[in-house]
């Protein structure tokens, strides 16, 4: 019994007698090495009591010189390590022939198939193989009706070329399935955006065009080390024109040591309609906008607190949320305009921004002022889900005289002209959400500015979020007697001033002068014009 064996090697250990003095005995132990002593030897030992019984189990069987030959040791280690105690090769996928990994694969969807081929270089060659691509393909692009109504001689020259297709380069019908894809999806977007709203100049089904390209979007925050931290997890707040995206966490990192922080548009390379896009899949990104983080609350702009947040700008339509106490990242909100959107975020790389094509002047010796009249202007004013202003302005002119400092001005409200003067609906304020808390942030709004030419293409367009500070000047308007506010934004290609009066007997405010600048340069270089 393997009871008693181990007993007798236990006192064999402390008791065994010379090697010479050893006789062999004809028996064979189980794991098939000879019996290293003589049975008549193990009968005759005493057998260990408790006291005398050792304590530790060593598998050391290195013997005391003199007492044990190197075969006998040998032996004893043979019957200590039986075999049960050996470890068994485990089973794994990728110790499997490549017929049965062949055999699963052809089970897999395009998607899981992309996956699999990213494992080990293998899985790369087995997941493109063309029977199974083909067998994707042909599911997927069902051919013509018209192949069915072939003559027999034509049918024989169809299939002759398609047994010749099986003999392509491995992954062609892999790329042909990924082309024709992108090029279908391309073409229902394409369908989708082609319909232009007439007061915006934008396509009027953005929402259901990002929907069917499968489009989201995400941020990516590097710290000083060159480590990122891709914060996926967004609600969408889709307006007229523009998307609100808000990001928050509680694990955010540390403000202090974070550097960049990246926004991405990020597309499924295989977009699906019957499901939503998956997060483990292949993708792409393309980058639309890289902020720096370094020195945050001095190199920005501070647009509003309340009692838990202080809300800090970054150029284009980032907006951060710090926690008061902490000074950490509460929530991180961007304003998208929906001007070109699709192509920036799906047209860029992983590194470089997609480039706007310039635009072609059309030049009109006619009008002696090209280019200074017949802008039209929808402008949105709005804070979360509240909408505070949604209007269209036109006919907007600049006469020579006007443009100076560099800039063409538009005047759209005027101070003098009570009749166009707009009340906003509503309280103004910027909601925003983390997943404890909610607040809003009195006197803070975004802005979104949508600028035609006379031909009805968008001219000058952005989202942004601003604020309305407290004006030192008095109201010199009869009609209205209150407080003062006014808003400022600008950017490389214009400015926005907005001066506000607050009713305190109805309690709203009232725009009462709204200009635009639009910077010459950039007029001159739409127009091809020399002003």
């Not at 399935?177 to 934008?202: E, H, N, S």
């Not at 906008?289 to 020195?295: S, V, W």
């Not at 560099?406 to 707009?422: A, C, E, F, P, Q």
Request: aromatic letters at 10%; proline letters at 6%.
């Amino acid at each position: 019994m393997a009871t008693g064996r181990g007993r007798a090697l236990r006192q064999y250990g402390r008791n065994a007698a010379p090697a010479a003095d050893v006789v062999a005995s004809p028996g064979v132990a189980e794991v098939g090495t000879p019996w290293p002593f003589a049975p008549a030897a193990v009968a005759a030992a005493p057998r260990p009591g408790r006291a005398t019984r050792p304590r530790n189990r060593s598998r050391n069987f290195a013997a005391r010189p003199g007492e044990c030959s190197e075969p006998v040791n040998a032996a004893i280690k043979s019957l200590y390590l039986t075999p049960s105690m050996k470890r068994k090769p485990s089973l794994c996928i990728e110790n499997m022939p490549s017929e049965m990994l062949m055999k699963i694969f052809t089970y897999l969807d395009a998607v899981s198939l992309l996956c699999v081929g990213c494992v080990n270089k293998r899985f790369y060659h087995l997941a493109n193989d063309n029977r199974i691509w083909l067998k994707i393909f042909s599911s997927c692009f069902q051919p013509k009706r018209t192949i069915w109504t072939m003559k027999s001689d034509q049918a024989e020259t169809v299939s002759l070329d398609c047994a010749a297709l099986h003999d392509r380069k491995p992954g062609y019908w892999k790329k042909e399935y990924i082309f024709k894809q992108i090029a279908a999806v391309k073409t229902r977007v394409m369908r989708l955006v082609k319909p232009v709203d007439p007061y915006t100049g934008l396509p009027c089904k953005n929402k259901e065009a990002m929907k069917a390209s499968g489009l989201s979007w995400i941020i990516v925050l590097k710290d000083k080390n060159g480590k990122e931290h891709v914060m996926e997890k967004a609600n969408l707040l889709f307006k007229d024109t523009s998307v609100t995206i808000l990001w928050y966490s509680t694990s955010w990192p540390c403000l202090d040591i974070l550097s960049t922080l990246k926004l991405f548009g990020v597309t499924p390379l295989l977009p699906e309609q019957s499901r939503a896009p998956s997060k483990n899949g292949p993708r792409r990104r393309s980058l639309i906008a890289e902020y720096h983080l370094a020195n945050l609350t001095e190199s920005s702009v501070a647009v509003g607190a309340d009692k838990l947040v202080q809300l800090f700008s970054l150029n284009p339509g980032l907006l951060v949320g710090l926690w008061k106490e902490k000074n950490e990242i509460a929530f991180v909100m961007v304003s998208l305009h929906y001007h070109q959107l699709l192509e920036r975020s799906t047209l860029g790389s992983a590194t470089l921004q997609y480039a706007l094509p310039p635009n072609k002047p059309l030049l009109d010796d006619v009008d002696p002022e090209y280019g200074l009249h017949d802008y039209n202007l929808h402008l949105d004013m709005h804070g979360g889900s509240c909408t505070y202003l949604c209007g269209t302005f036109k006919n907007l002119f600049c006469r020579k005289g006007d443009i100076e400092n560099g800039y063409l001005r538009l005047t759209v409200v005027s101070l003098k002209d009570n009749t166009k003067h707009l009340p906003l609906i509503g309280t103004v304020g910027l909601s925003w959400e983390t997943d404890v808390f909610k607040g809003n942030v009195k006197d803070c709004y975004v802005m979104d500015v949508t600028l035609l030419d006379e031909t009805g293409k968008p001219f000058w367009c952005f989202s942004a979020p601003v604020y309305m500070e407290l004006s030192s000047n008095a109201s010199s308007l009869y009609d209205y007697m209150g407080h003062i506010y006014t808003t400022d934004y600008a950017d490389s290609e214009g400015k926005v001033c907005v001066e506000l009066v607050w009713l305190e007997e109805t309690k709203e405010y009232f725009i009462v002068h709204l200009v635009l600048y639009i910077s010459t340069k950039k007029v001159n270089n739409w127009y091809g014009t020399n002003y």
